[in-house]
């Protein structure tokens, strides 16, 4: 199974450097491909925006139970591509221009996660997305599944390819599916500074604003934001795709 998923990763090595790869990543059930779908249904509804009469957008956004992928999406197995053609606005000059993107949706299960690192060489950036809530939780109490989350996602971090010639501005966007209290923001905070990665001395480090939610590593220069979405609604998911955007408008490209 895995030399067949590592034969369809093949363009992601090889090139289609005209695009921006983006790993869509999280544990099993965490809404990945909810969010995905809700990115495409942003697109349409700005391409569409000043058409008279536009198609309904893709019926996930409608479904009362997004946050269980069973009752809208079958979890995915090994990986799903989707190509998106992002509108953007350059706020210097004004003028508009079209970025392509790649998005990598990589499966969640504990089975699956051993392929993710394959592919973090090549990634332009990294969205997260992490499910604040389950059903059977306690109240107050951090559930054995976002704690995995939180456990897997320093993985990832700590296993962000080390670059020899240069230091790559990697965005990561952690995508909070649900709301998420203090408690949580506070360990996400720890997570995402630069204290939580292992760092050689001479590497340049710095913290930026004043939420602890930017950091920086010797592995690679990382520029980070958490976003809180609502899947019910979509609420939240244009919020991601402009921060994207703008952290690839500000990387010198056009995709």
């Known amino acids: 199974m895995y030399g067949l998923l590592w034969a369809l ?5 090889a090139g289609q450097r005209h695009s921006y790869r983006i790993l869509v990543l999280g544990v099993d059930e965490s809404g990945k491909t909810t969010w995905v779908r809700a990115a495409q249904s942003v697109r349409h509804k700005r391409q569409t925006s000043d058409a008279t009469a536009a198609p309904p957008p893709p019926s996930n956004l409608s479904d009362p139970h997004p946050h269980s992928l069973s009752s809208a999406y079958q979890p995915t197995v090994g990986l799903s591509v989707t190509r998106l053609s992002v509108r953007c606005t350059d706020p210097a000059s004004a003028t508009r221009h079209t970025q392509s993107w790649l998005l990598w949706d990589l499966g969640g299960k504990a089975s699956l996660r051993g392929i993710w690192e394959r592919y973090l060489p090549e990634a332009d950036a990294i ?22 989350a939180c456990a897997e996602l320093q993985r990832v971090l700590r296993r962000l390819p080390r670059r020899q010639d240069a230091v790559r501005s990697v965005p990561l966007l952690v995508v909070l599916n649900g709301s998420a209290d203090e408690r949580r923001l506070s360990q996400l905070r720890s ?16 913290r930026n604003g004043t939420d602890g939610l930017h950091a920086t590593s010797h592995r690679h220069l990382l520029c980070s934001s958490v976003q809180r979405v609502d899947l019910r609604s979509g609420a939240g998911v244009a919020a991601c795709i402009d921060w994207l ?9 056009t995709g």
């Open 127 to 148: 969205v997260w997305v992490m499910r604040t809530s389950e059903p059977s939780d306690e109240p107050g109490q951090l559930s054995p599944r976002w704690s995995e």
């Open 191 to 206: 997570i995402l500074s630069a204290r939580a990665f292992p760092r050689d001395r001479n590497a340049p480090t710095e």
């Open 9 to 13: 990763a093949e363009p992601w090595r």
């Open 245 to 253: 955007a703008l952290q690839f408008q500000a990387s010198g490209g």
